[in-house]
């Protein structure tokens, strides 16, 4: 009897211990723009360890997480590739007031998986030795505009459009050039450089003066305190040097 009592109780405890676990740990669901993805993974992989807090991602353009947050999608957080976006959610009462920030500010390049491909200048645009060139649609995806600016600067834009393979998102458009299904495309740098790892393939720096600055903002949709934790997590300065090993600039 008093063995069957003493399990009893231990039972018992074990179960309150679980409740106070399952209680304090929830989960956040985040938006994220897709050329931040990879770097989001790894800083919800640091924050999942220290917190218990679990994170479920969705991955998309700006402009079409935009249009689900809009139409009631249940995000807790949204990291935006533009400040557009997350200033019109504010701006409609849909985004918590004075939580929109700043995260990263992104850089676009022209790259090929192929070495010796793309020239330090950009020149193989002009010399159109190439039958596809992959980018975002710059109706959906900031990082698309960016390089419909780049070829408009170079008065491409015309000539080349009709060669340009589309993606809803950066990801997509970086997916058609590693894949082979362009030769070269307009990606995001944090696609092709890892942090303590040489980038492949070789690419074209473009000068940030040829588009608008990528300022990639993140606003707050809930005010749980798991959600605000993470925010907190993303603003703290160990995330920070993160967010810049993966080729971003922080403000």
């Known amino acids: 009897m008093h063995s069957s009592a003493h399990l009893s109780r231990l039972?018992?405890?074990l179960l309150l211990m679980l409740a106070g676990i399952s209680s304090s740990a929830d989960?956040?669901?985040?938006?994220?723009?897709s050329n931040f993805a990879n770097t989001l993974k790894a800083i919800i992989s640091?924050?999942?360890?220290?917190?218990g807090h679990k994170v479920k991602?969705?991955?998309?353009?700006?402009?079409?997480?935009y249009a689900q947050i809009h139409h009631g999608a249940p995000f807790d957080v949204f990291f935006a590739a533009d400040s557009k976006r997350p200033a019109l959610l504010e701006a409609e009462g849909i985004a918590l007031p004075g939580s929109r920030f700043t995260y990263a500010v992104g850089k676009l390049v022209l790259w090929s998986p192929r070495a010796d491909y793309v020239d330090t200048q950009g020149k193989i645009l002009e010399t159109g030795t190439f039958q596809h060139l992959a980018m975002a649609n710059p109706r959906l995806a900031p990082y698309g505009k960016a390089a419909q600016e780049v070829l408009q600067s170079h008065r491409l834009w015309e000539t080349l459009?009709?060669?340009?393979v589309r993606g809803e998102s950066i990801g997509q458009a970086f997916q058609f050039v590693k894949s082979g299904s362009a030769e070269l495309g307009f990606v995001a740098w944090s696609q092709i450089k890892y942090p303590g790892q040489p980038a492949s393939g070789s690419w074209w720096d473009i000068p940030a003066?040829?588009?608008?600055?990528?300022?990639?903002?993140?606003v707050l949709l809930s005010d749980t305190k798991a959600a605000q934790a993470f925010v907190r997590f993303v603003k703290?300065?160990?995330?920070r040097e993160l967010i810049r090993s993966f080729g971003y600039k922080i403000p």
């Open 161 to 164: 459009k009709g060669r340009t």
């Open 236 to 239: 703290n300065e160990e995330t």
């Open 57 to 65: 991602l969705s991955i998309s353009s700006t402009g079409k997480h």
């Open 209 to 218: 003066a040829l588009y608008t600055p990528i300022e990639q903002q993140a």
């Open 46 to 51: 640091n924050f999942t360890a220290a917190s």
């Open 27 to 33: 989960e956040i669901h985040v938006a994220v723009a």
């Open 11 to 13: 039972i018992a405890t």
